[in-house]
């Protein structure tokens, strides 16, 4: 799981949108003639090339990377069948795309993923824990972004749908570990209940490093696909 980015799918996006500007580039039967000419382009051609970018900011440990390819050791291919891979996309909002323009990308690109929506209905809390950190700006026009924000949010996961996408409030989970519970099991794992949630920016930017992060008992604790 790695961490935030700059919105890299987004920007990723924009080599398939490109790709489609043109009446003469649309995907479909029959080779085009004349400047534009090229072979019909397989709908969902582009997804490989997509989830190799996630792949790609999100790499193994440095000492696991190192050791793939050697002798008696996976490669990088076979070590990445097994691997579940995700990544914190907290700027999906800012991109210039509507909610259903971003969840037809996802849907199309990552179509066996799955999505953990978060927001914060307290918008006027989330402004001012910004504030409290040093974010600049003015406090109106910030709580006015994160209620858009959120209005893209909600938009996004009902356009995935409840198979793909859960949606989330940290106004409910941080107090009721049950919900998140709820979505580990949705997610597929078996056998896995947090006791307690970790408090990641815990004063601040510090990590609350004497939560217990134990899942019950982890040697039931499995992912069934």
Known sequence: MSGENYNELFVASKLES???RGAEFEMGEGEKTGAWQHNPIPSQAMACPMQHIL???NPPLHETLMNLNQPGRPSFEEYETSAIIGAKMVRIQGGEWSPMQAAAYFQDNF???RFVVNYRSD???QAKSAMNVGWKGDYEKLVGKLKIDNDFLHNFT???GTERAQLIDMNEWTKDISIINNVVRWLGFQGCRFKSILHENHDKYERDSSTDLRVGNEARCRYQA
Request: with cysteine; aromatic share 0%.
């Open 18 to 20: 490109n790709l489609h």
């Open 55 to 57: 792949s790609t900011i």
């Open 158 to 160: 009902k356009a995935l």
């Open 123 to 125: 918008e006027d809390g």
């Open 111 to 113: 179509p066996c993923s």
